[in-house]
């Protein structure tokens, strides 16, 4: 499958880095794509890591009440008023 740069910067780009590596464009763009992407599973695994610890954290804090039946039953009285 062939791919056509349009844009001149990104063109431009992908010749001066092939001039500096002696590998071919086609090679640059491909290892350019593959590195952003590993990049951004990274980060996104990361990020997902992060909130599963601070969820468990946060979740550790609550009264053991709070983490079975209805946990907005402590914050609103009977006639649906917050306490």
């Known amino acids: 499958m062939a791919i056509n740069l349009r844009r001149e910067r990104t063109l431009e780009a992908a010749r ?7 590998e071919p464009m086609v090679t640059e763009i491909e290892r350019a794509l593959l590195e952003r992407l590993e990049r951004l ?4 695994t990361a990020r997902k890591q992060r909130i599963a610890k601070l969820s468990a954290s ?14 907005t039953r402590h914050l609103y009285d009977d006639a649906g008023l917050p306490r």
């Open 16 to 22: 001066r880095l092939s001039e500096l590596t002696g």
């Open 41 to 44: 599973e990274v980060d996104r």
């Open 58 to 71: 946060i979740s550790a804090q609550w009264p053991a009440e709070m983490m079975t039946g209805d946990p």
